[in-house]
């Protein structure tokens, strides 16, 4: 009985430091989707990590890749924040969003916690019910 008890606490213990996060990781992705949909490339790219900023450069070259790239986020029907969860020290926030098309489409959201907050630095695109195989 004790083990089981022990594992039980052990495992919430481990999830802790990602559950505790999920409500500020949430509205910073949340305020960056806010930006899209109101046209707006330079606040959203003030949520994007430093290694994505010297990337693109500039919020106009940023937008457009989002725009081109990822148009489920640059004007999401619905959004749903699923698990939040630790891999290998980063935290990963996964997002369901809908399009206007009605098509699903699952997304990794890597989160980095800087003096300045929490940073999206990195997207990776899952297969949804609309992608094909």
Known sequence: MRSVLFAGVSVFLLAFPAVAQKEPVTAVIGSQFDAF??????????????????????????????????????R?????????????GSLW???????????????????????????INAVHLLKGQGDSV
């Open 37 to 74: 949909r109101n046209n707006d490339a330079e606040t959203a790219f003030t949520y994007a990590s430093p290694n994505i900023r010297r990337i693109f450069g500039s919020p106009e070259r940023f937008g457009a890749m989002v725009r081109q790239g990822y148009p489920m986020v640059w």
């Open 93 to 119: 926030q996964r997002v369901m969003i809908t399009d206007h098309a009605g098509v699903v489409h699952l997304l990794d959201y890597q989160m980095v916690n800087l003096k300045s907050g929490w940073k």
């Open 76 to 88: 999401p029907a619905e959004v749903r924040y699923l698990d939040l969860r630790e891999v290998a």
